[in-house]
């Protein structure tokens, strides 16, 4: 049963266009959200949060919207850059735990210069 | 900046072997936790302790065993080495009692090949 998901495993875009990476979630409890990006062969880094008593949270290029009745959220990356390339994941907590994450299987991301 | 290192970028293990993955972290950090990411399957829990001593089962724990003896360290093993245990391994630490932000910080990462 996959509580988070990342439906999209690629995409595309041009440089200096926006980029729009979605994640959706099915369990109502979680209530704090955070992408994170994966370049090969290293570990993933913290990007970007928000907990679920926000429906934005922006940081320079990096905004993620938080759709709570849909149970929706999105990353935009604007404008986008080819060192933004990497897979991106999407993860959720709360649910009952205060430790765990739990994933979606990630999107890479392709900025074509 | 909160460092996570992983004993081992590469590893070679034949089928059987036991298998000794290594964390560390230089926070002082409670939590930390194993995870494995395999293609179309993302990053999947293996295991997690919430302090010295403690640990928890994660999502996929069969064929793992944790040990965590000192707060900043993290070990993994496991017990006898299978070819569907070929995979990217990667630590992660966190600083418990966060009200929000589970941010979690990455190790990068131990790739595992088991022939």
């Known amino acids: 049963d996959q509580q988070v998901k990342q439906n999209s495993p690629s995409l595309s875009v041009q440089e200096g266009r926006i980029s729009i990476l979605n994640c959706d979630y099915t369990n109502s409890m979680f209530d704090y959200f955070l992408w994170y990006k994966k370049y090969p062969a290293e570990g993933p880094t913290f990007l970007i949060s928000?907990?679920?008593?926000?429906d934005k949270n922006e940081d320079g290029r990096f905004t993620v919207f938080l759709n709570k009745s849909a149970k929706h959220l999105s990353l935009h990356i604007v404008p986008s850059q080819p060192g933004d390339s990497a897979v991106y994941f999407c993860a959720a907590s709360g649910g009952g735990s205060n430790y765990k994450l739990t994933f979606g299987k990630g999107t890479l991301l392709t900025v074509n210069p | 900046d909160v460092k996570v290192t992983q004993s081992s970028r590469y590893l070679v293990k034949r089928t059987g072997e036991k298998v000794f993955l290594e964390c560390v972290q230089d926070m002082d950090h409670e939590n930390m936790f194993w995870y494995r990411q395999d293609p179309g399957l993302g990053l999947r829990l293996i295991y997690f302790?919430?302090?010295?001593?403690?640990?928890e089962k994660g999502d996929i724990p069969e064929g793992y065993s944790v040990s965590r003896e000192k707060k900043e360290r993290f070990s993994l093993i496991l017990e006898s080495a299978s070819t569907n245990q070929t995979s990217m391994y990667l630590c992660?630490?966190?600083?418990?009692?966060?009200?929000?932000?589970?941010?979690?910080?990455f190790g990068p990462g131990t790739r595992l090949l088991v022939l």
């Open positions: 302790s919430y302090d010295v001593k403690m640990k």
């Open positions: 992660a630490s966190r600083q418990a009692g966060q009200t929000f932000g589970e941010t979690q910080y």
């Open positions: 928000i907990s679920s008593i926000k």
